[in-house]
């Protein structure tokens, strides 16, 4: 069973020959079955709302369960993501997805049994559901189960991001099941309670919260009822609460990298060309490339080009954002997935046994890593020492496009600047004796009209 998947009697994932299947158990079958007659899946799977499945009816191997009703595999996802790697918009369309989904489940006589943001992947820049067994059958006046958590894994960060500061979505690390409503009303400005949306599934919400906990004490209080008049409405409410929040506009150090960059025009189409040609040198071609300092994606389009699903990382929400919303052919939007990762504190593994949600180093490694202006950052921003930098490259990736940027350009002045030098091993040849540690020197190139060097290594076996 996958670790991420064991909270729901209805079904699992699992791993089996490489590949990842769900078992659909017999607490499952009648809402499955449903699901499937109903034409919802049929609805969900063709739009591109719904991740595609197979039904397996034979698996060599598989030991015999008496709580199987069926196995079903799902197309592959190219990168799992979560929640707090996202920026703001791609969590409010993650958002509208799962209400536009819950709309068309009520069209069909179900409804989601839960709102998790987890139920969410991103193929590129497009959002698609992925939990096949998260529909149960409508039973008429029952109140939506999923509301509350709808409110904190989406309602809740996103008004937190839209009136302070985008950071708070990587809060998600700390609240796996979203942020308590209890604790959001109370950072919120108390103009947040002139807003009826806002009013009704936050401050409202987490009022009547309390009190529901209280009369859940008393065994005399009997269930709330919700027609499917009111239901429907309910969804049109949180609809437009989610549509009217807007990310804010704040200018980052990042956020325009491109425009105050310290290159000349002629460097930055010889960093271009060079990293081109790398890419195109490799063999056999990556499927998979992992962008390292992003930014907007500019480089990751050079990868995506070549047909590589590229994830394209930056620390910079402003830069994610730019990302995210940068115009792209289609087929460049199914490959590029920009996403939120401080490589000097990366994702970490975690959940029940630290096992529900993998670190960064989990889901590698890639079969090209590209960190391109970035290791200034670790190694004088962060103070981490070279050595330590070269490791965990080497376990994030086969193959590694890497820029060395000397002490002598204007950026790492910067970084330097009222500080004092105590990094005198920041140097060319330091950086070459701790990467061949770990690696294998392919190709070496100097940036033209720069000092910066750009260097192509092959991962040592261990």
């Known amino acids: ?74 197309n592959k996802i190219p990168f799992i993501s979560y929640p707090y790697e996202w920026s703001f918009s791609q969590l409010k369309d993650a958002a509208l997805l799962t209400l536009r989904i819950q709309k068309l489940a009520l069209d069909h006589g179900m409804i989601l049994k839960d709102a998790s943001a987890f139920n969410v992947q991103f193929i590129g820049s497009k959002a698609i559901f992925i939990d096949t067994l998260s529909f149960r059958i409508y039973e008429n006046n029952v109140p939506w189960d999923g509301y509350k958590q709808f409110c904190q894994h989406f309602i809740a960060p996103l008004t937190l991001a839209s009136y302070t500061s985008p950071i708070v979505i990587s809060t998600l690390k700390v609240f796996l099941d979203g942020i308590p409503l209890s604790l959001a009303t109370k ?33 005399k209080t009997k269930s709330r009822k919700v027609s499917p008049t009111a239901l429907r409405g309910l969804v049109r409410s949180l609809e437009k609460t989610v549509v009217k929040l807007n990310r804010p506009q704040h200018l980052t150090e990042w956020g325009d990298y491109y425009d105050n960059t310290n290159y000349s025009s002629t460097a930055f189409t010889a960093k271009k060309r060079l990293v081109k040609e790398f890419l195109e040198d490799l063999s056999p071609t990556p499927k998979t490339v992992w962008d390292m300092g992003a930014n907007d994606g500019t480089f990751s389009e050079l990868a995506a080009k070549l047909g590589a699903q590229t994830v394209s990382f930056d620390v910079d929400y402003q830069a994610v954002e730019s990302n995210y919303a940068k115009k792209r052919s289609p087929d460049l939007e199914k490959l590029i997935l920009p996403l939120l990762q401080d490589f000097s504190n990366p994702s970490p593994a975690l959940g029940w046994a630290h096992k529900e949600r993998s670190s960064l180093e989990q889901r590698g490694p890639a079969d090209v890593v590209m960190a391109l202006a970035l290791v200034h950052h670790l190694a004088i921003g962060n103070n981490s020492p070279l050595p330590d930098i070269a490791a965990f490259f080497r376990t994030i990736s ?25 990094f005198t091993d920041y140097d060319i040849e330091h950086f070459e004796q701790a990467f061949a540690e770990h690696f294998k020197l392919i190709r070496r190139e100097t940036v033209l009209g720069s000092q910066r060097v750009i260097y192509l290594y092959k991962a040592k076996a261990y």
């Open 398 to 422: 086969k193959q590694l496009i890497i820029e060395f940027i000397p002490k002598e350009d204007s950026k790492v002045e910067i970084l330097l600047r009222g500080r004092n030098n105590i």
């Open 187 to 219: 950072l919120l400005p108390t103009g947040t309670k002139r807003r009826w949306g806002l009013l009704a599934h936050l401050h409202l919400h987490a009022a009547s919260q309390k009190r529901y906990d209280k009369a859940n004490l008393n065994p």
């Open 1 to 74: 069973m996958h670790t991420g998947s064991f909270r729901d009697p209805a079904g699992f994932i699992f791993e089996h020959d490489s590949n990842l299947y769900r078992q659909i158990n017999l607490a499952g079958k009648q809402d499955y079955e449903f699901f499937m007659s109903s034409g919802l899946y049929e609805v969900l799977s063709s739009s591109g709302l719904l991740i595609p499945h197979k039904e397996i009816k034979e698996l060599a191997g598989l030991p015999n369960s008496a709580l199987r009703h069926k196995i079903i595999k799902p």
